[in-house]
């Protein structure tokens, strides 16, 4: 129940981190950390350090900020990519993992098929940027083939928060070189829960500020 209590509370401190409070510390009109498009993407990385989803608080609002988070911040850093305006690869790939694992958890659990439009064109990003930086950064590779293994069988999954068993062992033996490369631990959780033998409880995990 401790994950579930600390999610409400975590709400409203994700309200007070959307674009409109970091836009005001933005300059307009230029590029780097300052830029109002790279305030916009910590912001809502912020937000996914904050709203973890979980099974205990999945149709709650805690849930909705994390999807509504993790589109944005695919979708935000392609737009960077673009531009050409690239951090350091193995951070770049780290978080942009967790906002689409986070997208695609939510979507497994709550079996939203087909698609909500913003979901799939956030999963399309965060799969272009994990293809693109795989021949920047060599560990690139293991986060951008588990990623496809979600994004393919995910819209595939005919069971309600259950993949395909074939997807499940697949998935398995690519975790372990992820985990190894660096992965936040609440990302590992979700990985191991939707890789579980179909049936399972899964694994909760006490959420920590």
Avoid at 29 to 51: A, D, F, H, K, V
Avoid at 82 to 92: C, D, G, M, N, T
């Amino acid at each position: 129940m401790r994950s579930h209590h600390i999610g409400i509370f975590q709400c409203p401190i994700c309200h007070t981190t959307s674009n409109a409070e970091f836009s005001h510390d933005s300059l307009a009109n230029t590029e780097g950390y300052q830029s109002p498009l790279w305030l916009g993407l910590i912001s809502q990385l912020s937000r996914l350090l904050l709203c973890r989803p979980s099974r205990l608080n999945i149709n709650t609002e805690v849930s909705d900020v994390a999807l509504q988070a993790g589109c944005a911040a695919c979708t935000g850093f392609r737009a960077l990519q673009k531009k050409r305006q690239i951090a350091q690869p193995w951070l770049v790939v780290i978080t942009q993992f967790q906002a689409g694992v986070t997208i695609l958890y939510i979507i497994l659990t709550r079996r939203t098929i087909p698609l909500p439009k913003e979901a799939d064109l956030a999963i399309r990003d965060c799969t272009s940027v994990l293809a693109i930086l795989a021949d920047r950064w060599q560990n690139a590779e293991h986060y951008r083939d588990c990623f496809e293994v979600l994004a393919r069988a995910i819209p595939r999954s005919e069971r309600v928060g259950a993949l395909e068993a074939e997807a499940r062992r697949e998935l398995r033996g690519l975790m372990g070189k992820v985990v190894e490369a660096g992965v936040h631990r609440h990302v590992e959780t979700m990985l191991w829960e939707m890789a579980g033998r179909e049936g399972d409880v899964g694994v909760e995990m006490e959420m920590e500020i």
